[in-house]
Nanobody, 115 residues
């Protein structure tokens, strides 16, 4: 069974920074692309950033230049460094992996950007 556990959310002021982490278990981590999604109340879960097993990252346009996704294949973790945060970045952030034809999700971590 694949397990994903996010950490690092909380309250931050606009313009601030925050780092999210996701610990993964139950899969050969280095082989799989890992994803970060976010969701606000009443909206769909949207892809924020993705990183291949080899470390190549991609981002949705709204976070390009502000967020950095990274991974540690030894520690089986993926991180999302969020800089220059805006109120519109407020959401629950989820770690995700597609494995064995299924989607696996963490429980999510709340990020609130507010003064």
């Amino acid at each position: 069974q694949v397990y994903l556990v996010e950490s690092g959310g909380g309250l931050v002021q606009p313009g601030g920074s925050m780092r999210l982490s996701c610990a993964a278990s139950g899969l050969n981590f280095r082989l799989f692309t890992m994803n970060w999604y976010r969701q606000t109340p009443g909206s769909e879960r949207n892809l924020v950033a993705t990183i291949t097993g080899g470390g190549s990252g991609n981002y949705t346009d709204s976070v390009k230049g502000r967020f950095i996704i990274s991974r540690d294949n030894v520690r089986r973790s993926v991180s999302l460094q969020m800089n220059s945060l805006k109120p519109e970045d407020t959401a629950v952030y989820y770690c995700n992996v597609r494995y064995g034809g299924r989607e696996f999700w963490g429980r999510g971590t709340q990020v609130t950007v507010s003064s």
